[in-house]
Nanobody, 126 residues
Framework: QVQVVETGGGLVQPGGSLRLSCVASNINLNYWAIGWFRQAPEKEREEVSC????????TYSDSVKARFTISRDTAQNTVYLQMNNLIPEDTAIYYCAARYSPYGTTCPSWYAMDYRGKGTLVTVSS
């Protein structure tokens, strides 16, 4: 059974860093697209970053570009989201989601994902 589980959230001061982990069980990351999404209070869910396994395509939203980095460890079946220079506007529940995508080159939307995690809370506050 496929599962995606996020960890690594917490409270951090503005300017600080956090690294989120998404462990995807029972899949081969080379054939899956893994996306990080977030939802802040009273706001719509937005895609933050995505990594398409088979060709390594990576995307970032404009709001996190140059501050966040997505990466993967295929041996650990884990996708990371390194978040630097955090700002209060980054406060949200962060979700990881996966879609089987052996030929795709674009990142699926939240609703197109096959599996979704339950989220991890990131709070940026002084």
């Amino acid at each position: 059974q496929v599962q995606v589980v996020e960890t690594g959230g917490g409270l951090v001061q503005p300017g600080g860093s956090l690294r989120l982990s998404c462990v995807a069980s029972n899949i081969n990351l080379n054939y899956w697209a893994i996306g990080w999404f977030r939802q802040a209070p009273e706001k719509e869910r937005e895609e933050v970053s995505c990594l398409v396994g088979h060709d390594g395509t990576i995307t970032y939203s404009d709001s996190v570009k140059a501050r966040f980095t997505i990466s993967r460890d295929t041996a650990q079946n884990t996708v990371y989201l390194q978040m630097n220079n955090l700002i209060p506007e980054d406060t949200a529940i962060y979700y990881c989601a996966a879609r089987y995508s052996p030929y795709g080159t674009t990142c699926p939307s939240w609703y197109a994902m096959d599996y979704r995690g339950k989220g991890t809370l990131v709070t940026v506050s002084s």
